[in-house]
């Protein structure tokens, strides 16, 4: 077994542009129902890497690996996403026009595995499979809302639930928290926390107290230069003399 039971398994990735290396040698598993948080600081290549995740761009050199079986790097955008790979980009990207609710529908719809029909209604598992969405994304009894007029943390958690409405195998967060209140920071921690060993997820995340929240016991990679320069508890981490010196040390 070459990835380890790993859901994500990545070794020895070198990303160039123009002979810069954005990642360089980068080994890094995710096992199955973790909660990987993914720090470190501007240009560590935390994007890149999860371009190379999701097919948007080719790695030089390297192995990655989505389960035991589906080599990443020999695949596209389209057929990564539909594998069973989520990715959140930092802006919300939800239908403005569409209530919260339509937004689910749609986003279950656009997933592959579900026969589109004209005239598609909804059987009551789901129904059901929204309305545990929109309690777990905080809209419960905002869903004939529409999109357009969500505060910008609530549109986050719809995009989030509409990724879940497809249910990924493991799911990207790239800062989940940007640009949101305290308390809407707060509500996606526990968000996040109520998600934890149900599914796969990496967050690269900039806010450390966040990441502390979300973090608690598991690991916590920190990136640099293209690489780990570290991984332990969130504990371990922030007293790592390479880790303060890479973050204090500029
Ligand atoms: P992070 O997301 O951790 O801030 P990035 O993955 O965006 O880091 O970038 C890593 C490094 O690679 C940076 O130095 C960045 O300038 C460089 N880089 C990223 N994308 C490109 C590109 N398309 N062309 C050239 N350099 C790039």
Redesign the pocket.
Known sequence: DTTHGAILYLEDITVS??G?K?INKLTLDISVGELRCII?P????????MDVITGKTRPASGTAFFGQTIDLTRMTEYEIAHAGIGRKFQRPTVFEQHTVFENLELAMKMDKRVKPTLFFRLTTEQKGKIDEILKLIRLTGQESRLAGLLSHGQKQWLEIGMLLMQEPQLLLLDEPVAGMSDAETARTAELLNELRGKHSIMVVEHDMAFVTEIAQEGKVTV?HE?SVLAEGTMQQVQSDERVIEVYLGR
């Open positions: 542009f123009d810069f954005a470190g501007n240009g560590a290549g935390k994007t890149t890497m990136l293209g």
